[in-house]
């Protein structure tokens, strides 16, 4: 059943066909917190005082930030958009704000960090967006502590007064504005996030969401006013409020069934993933998932109609770790051979197979294959439906068998069809 009527869903389904075509993009966390390099948490994990933090706003220099070559990290890896952390949760900010002196261009740096972000991200063709905290423990007017810790850990402490607040709130506001109408065309806004009590009209959703849409009526907003990560809000009801959001933002986890609001329609959804356990540089984090792990979790994200947002974390002078780029270069050989597989694909028509993952363009059905395998391949429920089959890195043809339709892959390949829709359940049994 479709809710035809809901003009925010049908909008929606306009902003986000880019989205639901590129699939794939990269995320940068990168702020002060490059600096002791424990994560982007630590001054509230760590409980610092304003004071001991301010030594990492004093030395920030990084003299290696060439968003270029992030840029180019990134095109090469086979992303298609990008986004960067304006402010993160320790109210930095990495653009020229009029409403703060908290910001890189009064550091040593003394560059709009975004700006140039932008601009070398557009000119390799990519697409941006932007993450910014709705927390921040800078502001005095978030909530008015001294020695602060974050509220979500410690919320006795955590006062917030009501007449001041709304200080705060005209604050993020007009920083927002600032975003929306000094620095181009934006694709995207990320914003980050809510809890407890502190969602939707607790930031003025409404209204910001107007605001947003008046200034920049294409771009897409993720679901984080309402809810945090897969969870919460009205993205996933009939009747979704205007600050429910384009898309979900699952987080380190892939849906196991993909997201599909109470009518059964799919939602959008963007599966924001680590590359190490931490999203800030994080010297000692050695923990790096394979590139192997990182494509399956990326065909597992499309294969549901998703999406993946594949971090990176620039040390304090600006540059991604070398462990990271070898991971997206590895990425990148990939999806040179088989970015077809990805890009403008989504969920097959036919059920995930046992030896790995289908994604699917039109009448092309690609087959995954995640178990290693010299002998032929099952496609249950495909016999006499499949045209031709061919491996996609090298266009070699892959020898079809009957009765059981049985294909010889060794590597990922892909099936083209004649005619998937004309197809019928229950499929039959597995060999
Ligand atoms: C948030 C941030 O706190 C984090 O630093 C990072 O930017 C990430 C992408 O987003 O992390 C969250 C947000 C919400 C929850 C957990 C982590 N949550 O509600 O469980």
Redesign the pocket.
């Known amino acids: 059943m479709t809710n035809h009527t809901n003009p925010i869903i049908q909008e929606r389904k306009e902003r986000v066909q880019w989205f639901e075509q590129d699939r794939f993009g990269m ?1 940068i ?1 990168w702020g002060l917190y490059a600096i002791p390099a424990r994560g ?2 630590i001054r509230s994990t760590e409980k610092m005082s304003i004071q001991q933090y301010q030594t990492y706003y004093d030395e920030f220099n990084p003299v290696h930030y060439n968003p270029r070559e992030w840029a180019k990290a990134a095109k090469e890896a086979g992303m298609k958009y990008a986004v960067l ?1 304006a402010k ?2 320790d109210g930095f900010c990495l653009f020229d704000s009029k409403l703060t002196d908290y910001k890189s261009t009064n550091t040593q740096a003394g560059r709009d960090l975004v700006r140039e972000f932008l601009e070398a991200f557009r000119e390799e063709g990519l697409k941006v967006g932007l ?1 910014y905290s709705l927390i921040d423990w800078h502001h005095e007017d978030y909530p008015a502590y001294g020695d602060r810790i974050h509220p979500m850990r410690e919320n006795e402490a955590f006062k917030r007064d009501p007449n001041t607040f709304g200080r705060y709130l005209d604050y993020m506001h007009g920083q927002v504005r600032e975003l929306l109408t000094d620095y181009g065309k934006l694709d995207l806004m990320w914003f ?2 809510s ?1 407890d009590e502190m969602t939707g009209e607790k930031w003025r959703a409404t209204e910001l969401v107007q605001m947003i849409r008046e200034l920049q009526p294409h771009i897409l907003i993720d679901n984080r006013l309402e809810g ?2 897969e ?1 919460g809000g009205s993205i996933y009801t009939a009747n979704p409020s205007i600050y429910s959001g384009d898309f979900a933002s699952p ?1 380190q986890i892939i849906p196991p069934r993909g997201l599909v609001n109470e009518l059964g329609d799919p939602i959008p959804w963007e599966a ?1 993933i680590t590359l190490n356990n931490n ?2 540089y994080a010297a000692a984090d050695r923990n790096y998932k394979s590139a192997t792990t990182i494509i399956r979790k990326l065909v597992e994200c499309v294969s549901k109609n998703g999406n993946m947002l594949l ?1 990176v974390g620039p040390d304090a002078k600006g540059a991604i770790p070398q462990e990271s780029l070898d991971i997206l270069k590895e990425i990148g050989d990939w999806m040179k051979k088989n970015g077809d597989s990805i890009h403008g694909c989504r969920a097959a028509d036919f059920p995930k197979p046992e030896w790995g993952r289908y994604t699917q363009k039109g009448n092309k059905l690609y087959a995954h294959l995640f178990e290693e395998s010299i002998g032929p391949i099952s496609l249950p429920g495909l016999a006499d439906k499949i045209k031709s089959a061919r491996l996609l890195a090298d266009g070699s043809e892959v020898f079809v068998g009957r009765p059981w339709s049985a294909a010889e892959f060794i590597e990922d390949a892909f099936i083209s069809f004649a005619r998937p829709e004309h197809f019928t359940y229950p499929l039959p049994d597995k060999r």
Do not use: K
């Open positions: 995320f966390h982007e948490w952390t993160h949760h993450y980050d996030f809890y945090s990560g969870q987080e924001c999203w800030g971090n």
